[in-house]
Nanobody
Framework: DVQLQASGGGLVQAGGSLRLSCAAS????????IAWFRQAPGKGRLGVAC????????YYADSVKGRFTISTDNTKNTVFLQMDSLKPEDTAVYYC?????????????????WGQGTLVTVSS
């Protein structure tokens, strides 16, 4: 079974940084894509960033472009989301998800496997 474990959330002041980790087990890193999504209170799930594992191609939502960076450590089967210059509007539960497809998209239906969320709270 594929399992994804997200961690690294917490409370940070505006302008600060956090690094989220998504540890994957039972998933072949070379064969798909991994994405980060977030869901703020009362709002829908939004795709934040994704990376296609075969070539490292990435995609970022406009709202995080230039501030967030998605990367992988294939030796540890882990994907990271480095979040810098955080804003209060970045406050949300962040989820990682994995796809069996070689996609570069944050369309939720493209992702087969989902981890539990990790809460990020940015104070003003």
């Amino acid at each position: 079974d594929v399992q994804l474990q997200a961690s690294g959330g917490g409370l940070v002041q505006a302008g600060g940084s956090l690094r989220l980790s998504c540890a994957a087990s039972g998933y072949t890193f070379d064969d798909g894509a991994i994405a980060w999504f977030r869901q703020a209170p009362g709002k829908g799930r939004l795709g934040v960033a994704c990376i296609r594992m075969s070539d490292g191609r990435t995609y970022y939502a406009d709202s995080v472009k230039g501030r967030f960076t998605i990367s992988t450590d294939n030796t540890k089967n882990t994907v990271f989301l480095q979040m810098d210059s955080l804003k209060p509007e970045d406050t949300a539960v962040y989820y990682c998800a994995a796809s069996d497809l070689l996609v570069v998209t944050t369309t939720p239906s493209s992702y087969n496997y989902w981890g539990q969320g990790t809460l990020v709270t940015v104070s003003s």
